[in-house]
């Protein structure tokens, strides 16, 4: 068993940024895969970014390339979401997960979910 607890949101304007964090506790942690995902009113919930057990593999989707970074520190049992030019667009709750399998943009791959973080981004 893994329990997930997100934080680092809040309101920020757009071309602003936010780190996200997501503590770990449990079951070790190196053993698993992260991703973060969002979700806005009305809409699916949608892969942001997903991260190897090790680090060495980073997975984005084509909305946040560029702007949005994903990194763990298995020491601290925490999984990062570094969130750069920020746009509107990009509010959401986002939810980190992680997985037993591989590092994967499907959400029903993850076995474990935190309650998720509110990020609001203003024009």
């Known amino acids: 068993q893994v329990q997930l607890v997100e934080s680092g949101g809040g309101l920020v304007q757009a071309g602003g940024s936010l780190r996200l964090s997501c503590a770990a506790s449990g079951r070790t942690f190196s053993s698993y895969a992260m991703g973060w995902f969002r979700r806005t009113p009305g809409k699916a919930r949608e892969f942001v970014a997903a991260?190897?057990?090790?680090?060495?593999?980073?997975y984005y989707a084509d909305s946040v390339k560029g702007r949005f970074t994903i990194s763990r520190d298995n020491a601290k049992n925490t999984v990062y979401l570094q969130m750069n030019s920020l746009k509107p667009e990009d509010t959401a709750v986002y939810y980190c997960a992680a997985t037993t399998r591989y590092a994967t943009r499907n959400q029903w791959e993850y076995d474990y979910w935190g309650q998720g973080t509110q990020v609001t981004v203003s024009s």
């Open positions: 991260i190897s057990w090790s680090g060495g593999g980073t």
